[in-house]
């Protein structure tokens, strides 16, 4: 059974930066693309970025390009997200996803597995 579980989020101010974790427990990691999706309260489930099973292409939303960053380690199954200069709008749980088809994805409705989320919270 494949297992994600997301790490890192936490409160932050506006401007600061924070990492996210996500450790999948899967046996064939390298097959899957990956990405993050956040949910604020109120508001439905967003695409925020994702990353294809080499970890050769890369893609972000409008909203997070030029602050986030994608990346992944195969060898440990994991995968991160880098968040710079954060705003208060990015205040949402987010959410871990890998999509087995290995391209990058942009729907929850491609998402195979979900982790639980985690909580970031940007003051002003």
């Known amino acids: 059974q494949v297992q994600l579980v997301e790490s890192g989020g936490e409160l932050v101010q506006a401007g600061d930066s924070l990492r996210l974790s996500c450790a999948v427990s899967?046996?064939?990691?390298?097959?899957?693309?990956m990405g993050w999706f956040r949910q604020a309260p109120g508001k439905v489930r967003e695409f925020v970025a994702t990353?294809?099973?080499?970890?050769?292409?890369?893609d972000y939303a409008d909203s997070v390009k030029g602050r986030f960053t994608i990346s992944r380690d195969n060898a440990k199954n994991a995968v991160y997200l880098q968040m710079n200069n954060l705003k208060p709008e990015d205040t949402a749980v987010y959410y871990c996803?890998?999509?087995?088809?290995?391209?990058?994805?942009?729907?929850?409705?491609?998402?195979?597995?979900w982790g639980r989320g985690t909580q970031v919270t940007v003051s002003s």
């Open positions: 990353i294809s099973w080499s970890g050769g292409s890369m």
């Open positions: 899967v046996g064939t990691f390298s097959r899957y693309a």
């Open positions: 996803a890998a999509d087995s088809r290995g391209g990058l994805f942009y729907s929850q409705y491609s998402v195979d597995y």
